[in-house]
């Protein structure tokens, strides 16, 4: 590939830019020649250094959330949160550079909307946990729910145990890696990606996908539809063992027994016209 | 959206009534028209408790005329229980319209339950050994402190908080509904089934009554039925999840055994926690949270996910 960058090269070969994107409006939110593009314009500039440690077992969701805000505020970087309960929507629209340590369970909605946050969680996390995360690292000691990083955009989504049903439906972009077992219709409409999945994945597995890529090391019952078999290259091997070897996922055998699934492409929404082209051909 | 909730003590009789309403009041969010449990004690061979009730909760805020009417009705019931030599034993009125009747009663139940229910207004909640269904407007604790089931104690219960979506906000819609008219079988249900009508119609040719349009009775009836033909809990739940269609997570109780199963597409939530004397099932792990104050593992049941288990 002339005039590209090795490491651009790479990327290309491990199907990051495979989309199509011609005959859609793209909007640019970020001019990356401004500073101010970078951060949000309320961001609160933290110590990492400066820790602390709060008890929310009296707390509802909003109030805990209004306390991380606060602490933020004060240039806490590192922050312990105690006693979450598998409340609900706690720890969510973090904007901010931050090492959040949660000791127990969250409900549903944690994480959601995040952009930026190290987040680690000693529990288990319920249904549509990181949903929307921006960027960041969430990792996740024991199981999660259903939807697990639904319309993730990016960062790295680790749940060391297993995952129910529609697992990173809808993605974007980032990584989800599962230690244990995802439940039925992972992937569906996956756009843009990663997911990799170390014990067995549910029926329909990549449903309708656009594009992206899933890693499956255990069984998989079955693909939804347009999803296939992929090649795993070298580099896809290389992606793998440096990914899992960094949140001590990696199985003792390797990862040369992974599959890989991809979008097979033949749906429809692959001709790149516009709603109003596709009403004057049809 | 409806919150169900369960829970089994594999380990003698726990505190059901408490541990049930504090499970149900950590789901009042997912649905506070009504909350309904449906508890087991411990069995008595040969004596009935019978829950019934005369008259629906909004009837008795409608002019001075029904409190006469609830009365009569009553009144009626005690008759016809009498002309079955159905024996009273024991008598509770936990509100003007709602009763708890203990009977010595050998009889044929389907017999004693469409008499009873023959007289206008009256609907028997249920009938059983072991179980005892209670079910009115309002969020658990309001409930649970109206019809006194906090010292209720037990080995098993299942029990839901109703969000309507498909019915009326009335106690004849509130789960759980018992497996007219047979002993001690008790569903909940969160989801909506898709081909209700169809699987109606055809239970309904088999001989079988309903006393509401809520989809959700549909599975009380059809797992009564199974029953009833000789098939296991287990065999009935896994058999759903082939002939009922739609997305549903639902929880069934019989004498001594807690059951779930889970639906195809596994749209309806269910959080699982197993240890060694008890299992406790609800739609969010916050649920089981209230009766097991302390970081627990837990996991979802995946599609087409069937468990049982035994008391």
Known sequence: MAGVSDHETSSHEMGMHTEQLSGRDQQVFFDLS??????????????????????????????????????????????????????????????????????????????????????????????????????????????????????LRGGDLVCKGSVGSRTGIDMKGGTILVGGDTGAFSGFMMQRGRMVVCGNAGKNLGDSMYDGNIFVGGEIRDLGVDAVPGELTDLDRAWLTRKLKMYDLLPAKGVDHFKKIVAGKQLWNYDNLEPTEKKLIL | MCGIAGLIHRDGAGEIGREMTDMLQALKHRGPDSTGFAIYGVPTQDQFVLRFKVAEQEEMAKGFKIHDEVKRRRVSVDERLKT???????????????????????????????????????????????????????????????YALGGFAGTHGIGHTRMATESDVDIRSAHPYWAYPYNDIAVVHNGQITNYWLMRRQLEREGQRFVSNCDSELLAVYTATNLDKGASLEDSLKQSIQEIDGVFTYLVATKDELGMAKDTMAAKPMVLYEAENLVALASEEVAIRSIVPHEIDTWDPYDEEVRVWRA
């Open chain 1, 34 to 151: 401004e500073e101010g593009g970078f951060t949000y314009t309320d961001s609160f500039d933290v110590d990492f250094n400066k820790r602390t440690e709060i008890d929310v077992s009296n707390m509802d969701a909003k109030q805990t959330n209004l306390r991380l805000r606060e602490l933020m505020a004060e240039g806490y970087g590192t922050i312990v949160l105690n006693n979450p309960g598998a409340k609900h929507s706690i720890a969510v629209g973090i904007l901010n550079r931050l090492n959040l340590i949660i000791e127990g369970s969250l409900g549903y909605f944690g994480c959601g909307l995040i952009d930026g946050p190290n987040v680690r969680i000693s529990g288990r996390v319920g249904w549509s946990f990181a949903e929307n995360m921006m960027a960041g690292t969430i990792v996740i000691e024991k199981n999660a729910g259903s939807t697990f990083g639904a319309a």
């Open chain 2, 84 to 146: 079955l030599e159905a024996r009273v034993l024991e008598v509770e009125e936990a509100t003007e319209y709602a009763f708890r009747y203990r009977i010595a009663y050998g009889g044929d139940l389907k017999k004693l339950s469409d008499y009873i229910e023959d007289v206008e207004g009256a609907e028997i909640l249920s009938i059983g050994n072991a179980l005892e269904l209670i079910k009115d407007l309002g969020d658990a604790g309001t409930v649970s402190g109206q």
